[in-house]
């Protein structure tokens, strides 16, 4: 699951524009260079070396104690209280889609602009929904969601401040979903450590392991609001498969430290090339740039053109997001066309 942006009315959620999707561009750049570098994603481009999976984790349904060992690898990686606080699930899409349906229609406050599924969803399970610029506009919501690091900015949030909103939250009995699908590889501290009555914290593992096909996604909640979730989506959630890789991955700490320096030394390439390119930065994380540009949809059209997808905003025009090449032909075949 790759990150839109900008709000868009029920109406129009069924046609979100997402990242990762060649279809449409393939279509309208028939002569393009194949093939596609597709840099349209906040996706690790260096994934995770799948590890060996038993041939029984394909040919029968997944065992509790599989599903309880990733659990608890992801506590341990996401610095949750213990597994009985972790909910598993194919991927933070199905977590996003299933929270408003947990909540009876009330006043939900998205801090925005962000990824544009929260609003839609929680607008389809009969919702009020409203976007606001920042935590202090939220008022008197019963709902409030926030993703931080923000896509597709990168802009984050002290600790305290969000601290501050899931107590204030908890106190008139209302839910804060703190959507965390880039924080990983940052240098933010989590809420997962603090989650209690009245706070869900969703955590993304395809975009950090690079393995966003495997459809893997956490919620991060108190036990009693877990089990509510892990009711809602059914027994076997997850494949046998990903409960194997996921639990392997989450507990590979030394793997998720290098990757979190080599992406940020990537990042800051990607920032020296765009601003050669007269672009200014207007952030990101260390799985994707954010910037604006004097000609952003004649660069777009000039990458498109060389065969390399990025992301673009039909509400700000100027602005493109960028993901990480993967390899040194990929670094090159960007930079040739920057230049």
């Not at 840099?39 to 038993?54: D, F, H, K, R």
């Not at 409960?243 to 590979?252: E, K, M, R, T």
């Not at 700490?253 to 940020?264: K, L, N, P, V, Y």
Request: proline residues 8%; hydrophobic residues 45%.
């Amino acid at each position: 699951m790759d990150h839109s942006v900008w709000s868009v009315s029920a109406r129009e959620a069924a046609v979100i524009a997402h990242g990762g999707d060649l279809g449409d561009l393939r279509r309208t750049f028939p002569d393009a260079p194949l093939p596609w570098l597709d840099l349209s994603t906040g996706i690790n481009p260096v994934p995770y070396p799948v590890p060996p999976v038993e041939a029984s984790a394909w040919l029968r349904l997944p065992e509790a104690a599989e599903l309880l060992a990733l659990r608890a690898a992801a506590a341990g990686a996401y610095g949750a209280p213990g597994a009985e606080h972790v909910v598993a699930a194919p991927g933070t899409q199905i977590l996003i889609e299933t929270l408003p349906r947990l909540v009876a229609p009330t006043e939900v406050a998205v801090v925005g602009p962000t990824y544009a599924e929260h609003a839609a969803a929680w607008r389809r399970a009969g919702h009020a929904v409203r976007e606001v610029t920042g935590l202090a506009e939220i008022g008197d919501a019963r709902v409030a969601v926030t993703v931080d690091p923000n896509n597709p900015d990168g802009r984050t949030d002290p600790l305290a401040d969000r601290l501050a909103l899931a107590a204030a939250m908890r106190a008139r009995g209302g839910l804060l979903v703190a959507d965390e699908a880039f924080a990983d590889l940052e240098e933010v501290e989590s809420l997962c450590p603090h989650v209690g009555p009245g706070l869900v914290v969703l955590r993304s593992f395809g975009k950090t392991y690079g393995l966003a096909g495997l459809r893997l996604g956490f919620a991060v909640a108190d036990p009693g609001t877990a089990g509510r979730i892990a009711g809602a989506l059914g027994p076997w959630a997850v494949s046998g498969p990903a409960l194997a890789i996921g639990a392997a991955a989450l507990s590979d700490g030394a793997w998720r430290e290098a990757a979190a320096r080599a992406r940020g030394l990537d990042a800051a390439r990607l920032d020296r090339m765009i601003l050669r390119t007269e672009g200014r930065i207007v952030g990101g994380t260390r799985l994707f740039r954010t910037a604006d540009f004097p000609d952003a949809p004649g660069l777009y059209r000039g990458l498109a053109q060389a065969g390399i997808a990025v992301r673009r905003f039909t509400e700000r025009p100027q602005r493109l997001r960028f993901g990480l090449p993967a390899d040194k032909a990929a670094w090159c075949r960007l930079s040739r066309v920057l230049r």
